[in-house]
């Protein structure tokens, strides 16, 4: 078995038997070296948001002291969920190994495949003009950070 894989299962297995959350862990790694490990924590922090990929890439940013991840990679004992994989992009990491699949957590209970379906939320735009003026302000400033 991989090895960063199989610290990803012993993080799950942890969140598991303290009732954390899903059976669900992750740890990134960065020239070999582990930098952060995590697993699903959502029953035990009332969080939705709570998932394995999420806490790992907080706590991997946090040590780095870098919201860029760029060089990277991420194993996961789960295919990650559209959230999951939507942070992983917005971190800058290019390579997720993963070992479960989306149906296979749908099969134990999880929901994962309403989130791969088209349709599922009700997105109605309002008030566009009003919600572009700190866009607009973020445009004019010369120290922004671009992510």
Not at 10 to 26: D, R, S
Not at 36 to 53: F, G, I, R, Y
Not at 98 to 125: P, V
Request: aromatic residues 8%.
């Amino acid at each position: 078995m991989n090895r960063y894989m199989q610290e990803a299962v012993k993080e799950a297995l942890g969140g598991v038997a303290k009732n954390h959350g899903g059976p669900f862990g992750a740890v990134i790694v960065k020239d070999g070296k582990i930098i952060a490990k995590a697993h699903n924590q959502v029953v035990k922090s009332n969080d939705p948001t709570a998932h394995a990929e999420i806490n790992v890439i907080k706590k991997a940013s946090k040590k780095l002291q870098n919201f860029d991840l760029s060089g990277c990679e991420i194993y996961t004992t789960c295919m990650p969920c559209p959230m999951c994989s939507g942070a992983i992009k917005w971190a800058n990491i290019k390579t997720i190994y993963y070992g479960a699949s989306s149906q296979d957590a749908q099969n134990i209970g999880f929901r994962d495949k309403e989130f791969y379906d088209k349709g599922h939320l009700n997105l109605i735009n309002i008030d566009r003009t009003e919600c572009l003026e700190p866009f607009e302000e973020w445009q004019k400033k010369e120290d922004k950070t671009i992510y």
